[in-house]
């Protein structure tokens, strides 16, 4: 059997469980030291090297954030053979969450809904296991607030999670747009955009003199912005001085979704998000131009989705949803998409 069988048979296996269920199961399996006796790729192997946000990709694609909130399976899932990991989304205090069930498989639309709500240990724990992990390639952490701390002092949490993982972080993404926690993506607009992010990048340019190394900074979008708001965003990021946008999270939208399965509240992802967010992303590149980074995610299931990131203008793809449905095959197939760098 070959390991794209292995996987297609585990996750049949795997996709009997409620999806919660399987996807803490996975992670406990992949703590291990070689996730199931099987699954060892380097990541130099996949794919071509990039240089983006001035660091070295071993390969172009990524595990996008959610799946791995508190850093403790790094080097299991860079075994796989990702060019990258971002980690999180973390929170100054550790918080349980929504209450369960609040991740949904919605099989024959390859998409899941999940309202998490930010589950996580805090940012203390994930920066220690980070700390001990041995994985060579880069590792981005993804930062948000606390769902209790009020939306005016919203501020302080980025401020406090930048501060805590600067010196472990290869780069640091800014989440304003995950929708499970009331009033986050308001973030994205107005003054509480300019003013949050005039904070961050201060804090940023203070952090780096102090510890003599400059840590790229990403903000992440959600798909569910009108194009006036993408072009707006993206001239404040090009500002301020922010070195990359990762578009997208997930969507409120159902498009695509069978009505009898729409119900669930909550942030859709998979193929159903793929020309969605890759709209914002080929909005935004033809707006910046080179001027910002872009990190291409939502929807990626297949090599034509990766070739369709690349198109719109990612620098670098991540792919969540598509690699619980598909596997590690996908990262292989999706850095196929990307021409060697000349
Ligand atoms: C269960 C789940 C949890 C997620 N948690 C986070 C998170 O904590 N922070 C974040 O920025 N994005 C989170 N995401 C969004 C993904 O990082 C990604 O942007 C989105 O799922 C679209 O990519 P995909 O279609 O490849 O899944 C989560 C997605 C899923 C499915």
New binding site residues.
């Given amino acids: 059997m070959s390991e794209d069988d292995h996987y297609r048979w585990l996750r049949d296996l795997l996709f009997l469980l409620p999806s919660e269920v399987s ?1 803490d199961l996975t992670l406990r399996a992949l703590r291990l030291p070689r996730p199931f006796g099987l699954f060892r790729t380097d990541p130099q192997s996949v794919g071509t090297r990039k240089r983006v946000m001035g660091l070295f990709f071993p390969n172009p694609i990524g595990l ?4 791995d ?1 508190n850093g403790i399976c790094v080097d299991g899932l860079g075994g796989l053979g990702f060019g990258f990991l ?1 980690l ?2 973390v929170t100054p205090r550790p918080q349980p969450g929504n209450p369960r069930p609040r ?1 949904f498989r919605l099989r024959s639309e390859e ?2 809904i ?1 309202r ?1 709500g ?1 589950n ?1 240990r805090g940012v203390d724990y994930l920066v220690k296991q980070v700390m001990r992990a041995r994985y060579a390639g880069i590792v981005g952490i ?1 930062i ?1 607030k606390n769902k209790d701390t009020p939306q005016d002092r919203a501020v302080d949490d980025y401020l406090y999670c930048l501060q805590r993982v600067y010196g472990v972080a290869d780069y640091v ?1 800014v ?1 304003l ?2 929708p499970n926690t009331p009033g986050l993506r308001a973030l994205q607009f107005g003054e509480a955009f300019e003013s949050l992010l005039s904070a961050i990048v201060s804090e940023r340019e203070r952090l780096s003199d102090v510890n003599d190394k400059r840590v790229p900074l990403a903000v ?1 979008l959600a798909p569910d912005l009108e194009p006036d708001d993408v072009r707006r965003i993206g001239d404040t990021l090009v500002a301020r001085g922010v070195d990359a946008a ?1 578009a ?3 969507t409120l939208s159902r498009e695509g979704v069978n009505p009898r399965r729409r119900k669930q509240s909550g ?1 859709l ?3 159903p ?2 020309e969605r ?1 890759t709209s914002v992303l080929a909005l935004l590149r033809e707006h910046v131009g080179d001027a910002l980074a872009l990190i291409g ?5 297949d090599a034509e989705g990766a070739r369709a990131k690349v198109e719109a203008g990612a620098d670098l793809i ?7 449905y598909r596997g590690p095959e996908l990262i292989r197939e999706a850095a196929g998409a990307f021409e060697p760098e000349s």
């Fill in positions: 996807h996008a954030a959610g799946l909130k971002e999180g989304t991740l998409a899941l999940n998490m930010f996580n993804n948000g993404t989440n747009s995950s992440k990762v997208t999270n997930t942030g992802s998979g193929r998000l793929l967010s995610v939502g929807g990626v299931m991540q792919i969540y949803t598509g690699f619980v």
